[in-house]
């Protein structure tokens, strides 16, 4: 095993430094996207449920999940719900209260969306009327992901919003989902997932109605499904495989860097990255990983993720280590560097979410802090964020001139809309000075 992870300690002073650091990133990037025959697949599903449906929907839940509904069945009933919500563990029931109370109390202090009004211009915004939540299938549940994706949607007020998962858990959804939803009041819920059910509630069929966002996370089947639908639908982001960059110095603790990255290589896939200017805290983390992966029930599993998609990166200097930080905009940003922690987060300008100090693990943010964990990954952050409470509102411009106004500015809307030979236009300007 040791031998095996040394392969992931790249030094600055290595031949082909550079080289081995841009095919780690484009690995990651790269795990987001369906490629050749899975792709012309993909194109397929989309335009069988586009046209049929219902009917589609059906087929390929019975392919992909192994489960045969007819349509009458997508849709959890609201007893199933509550029934649900009963057989939760109490304890675990008040986690989930107090998660939820700590996401909506920090997405209603973000919330800045105000409309304004201005002379003669202005700005309107309104919530989107419906939203549909991805949330993943997975062999353990996610409640957090409903609360994450949920509540900011709450919170900027949308009326609608539905949550889709697929049929993993006894032909049905996991009951700690379903209680989350009941938690949050949310009685719109199908059994249904996968690339079949992103097109389902992006264009609607006989059974559900079609919503008009589509935002959470999910396998590449179904990010590659959202990347598709844009257009019918507006989406949060596309999101690969996690993934954690850790920028750490020789104040940082091995051991708890090395379960930083465990913790998100164990996603499979998942990316772990330490980038450090200490090369005694890079062999020490490595030593560390060895040791701590002999105690994960799936090590064989997680070390192929770390070979694929891992590295311990020793850096010349911190500026260096920062510089690359930004070229990798990492989902999650842990910075454990002592007293320099909040300085160095100054100097990131791309990352999903950035996590300061020794005794702020990723799972803090996961679960419980208040910022959705709904991020951008695969260096999306460079121009994607973070799902708030603000990306469920839509903007509509304000425009209101009297006839004194339009007549000071009538000739020069003339003069343009004419150099443009849009004569109708110069015309609905002109007739209104005629008159």
């Known amino acids: 095993m040791a031998n095996e992870l040394d392969k992931i300690l790249i030094k600055y002073d290595q031949p082909g430094f550079i080289e081995r650091i841009v095919e ?5 990037v790269e795990g987001t996207h369906l490629v050749g025959e899975e792709d012309k697949q993909l194109d397929a599903i989309l335009d069988e449920v586009g046209r049929r449906g219902d009917e589609a ?15 009458e069945q997508f849709r959890v009933s609201k007893t199933e719900i509550k029934d649900a919500h009963k057989t939760i563990d109490k304890e675990l029931l008040k986690s989930i209260r107090k998660a939820i109370k700590n996401v909506r109390q920090y997405q209603e202090k973000i919330f800045i969306v105000k409309s304004k009004d201005f002379s003669e211009t202005g700005i309107k915004y309104t919530p989107i009327k419906r939203v ?4 993943p299938g997975a062999s353990a549940p996610l409640p957090s992901t409903v609360i994450m994706t949920v509540v900011p949607a709450q919170v900027a007020g949308v009326r609608e919003i539905i949550v889709i998962s697929p049929p993993r858990y006894e032909g049905s959804i996991h009951p700690v989902i379903l209680a989350t939803c009941f938690e949050l009041g949310i009685e719109e819920v199908y059994r249904i997932g996968g690339a079949q059910a992103v097109m389902a509630i992006a264009k609607g069929t006989k059974t559900i109605r079609n919503v008009d966002k589509i935002v959470g996370p999910g396998n590449q089947w179904v ?30 603790n091995p051991a708890w860097v090395a379960a930083d990255m465990l913790s998100q290589a164990e996603h499979i896939p998942g990316s772990a990255v330490l980038f450090t200017d200490s090369e005694k805290l890079a062999v020490d983390v490595l030593t560390e990983l060895e040791r701590q992966l002999e105690e994960l029930g799936r090590s ?6 770390l070979l694929k998609f891992g590295a311990i990166v020793v850096f010349e200097n911190m500026t260096d280590a920062i510089d690359f930080a930004n070229v990798f905009a990492a989902e999650h940003l842990q910075i454990q560097c002592g007293d320099k ?14 996590f300061i100090g020794d005794y702020t693990p990723v799972a803090v943010g996961d679960y419980w802090a208040g910022p959705s964990h709904t991020l951008p990954t695969g260096t999306s952050a460079r121009f994607f964020s973070a799902l708030t409470s603000n990306d469920f509102v839509k ?41």
């Open 341 to 354: 922690s909040r300085d160095i987060a100054e100097r990131i300008n791309n990352a999903g979410a950035i």
């Open 24 to 28: 780690i990133r484009a690995a990651v």
């Open 57 to 71: 929907v059906t087929e390929y839940t019975e392919k992909f999940d192994g489960i045969k509904l007819i349509p």
């Open 223 to 252: 990010q590659m499904a959202k990347k598709k639908v844009l257009g019918l639908v507006g989406i949060d982001s596309i999101a690969g495989p996690s993934e954690v960059l850790v920028i750490a110095n020789d104040k940082a």
């Open 300 to 305: 064989k599993e997680t070390i192929e993720c």
């Open 132 to 135: 549909g939540i991805c949330i």
């Open 395 to 435: 903007s509509i411009s304000i425009i209101e001139y009297d006839k004194k106004k339009l007549s000071a500015d009538a000739d020069d809307i003339i003069r343009l809309a004419e150099a443009e030979g849009l004569d109708a236009h110069a015309k609905s300007v002109r007739i209104r000075q005629e008159g």
